[in-house]
């Protein structure tokens, strides 16, 4: 098992940045797919960004060319790079593992294993 912690979240204005980072502890051999999930109240699980062990990526569609996904294996740490934000970003943030290779689709919240406990992130019109 994989424990994830977050940090980044905070409040920002609509077109503004934020960067997301996620520490990984435990058995990190087994980091095969790493990404994250978003969830808005009242609203479903979201996969947002996915990048497996040779370094491909995959977004969701709402994403596509606004955020970047990154990781570093020999420090065991994974980034989300979130610009031009839109109020619609706004929710909690999680950083994920899937010991599955290659990455499961992002609409497969079911198939990560492991979840951080999330950061807030807040986008204001």
């Known amino acids: 098992q994989i424990q994830l912690d977050e940090l980044g979240g905070g409040s920002v204005q609509a077109g503004g940045s934020l960067r997301l980072s996620c520490s990984a502890y435990g058995r990190t051999d087994e980091s095969s797919c790493m990404g994250w999930f978003r969830q808005a109240p009242g609203q479903q699980r979201e996969g947002v960004a996915s990048i497996d062990l040779q370094g491909r990526r995959n977004y969701a569609t709402s994403v596509k060319g606004r955020f970047t996904i990154s990781k570093d294996d020999n420090r065991n740490k994974l980034w989300l790079q979130m610009d031009t934000l839109k109020p619609e970003d706004t929710g909690m943030y999680y950083c994920?593992?899937?010991?599955?290779?290659?990455?499961?689709?992002?609409?497969?919240?079911?198939?990560?294993?492991?979840w951080g406990k999330g950061t807030q992130v807040t986008v204001s019109s």
């Open positions: 994920v593992h899937s010991p599955f290779y290659p990455c499961p689709d992002l609409g497969k919240p079911e198939d990560f294993r492991d």
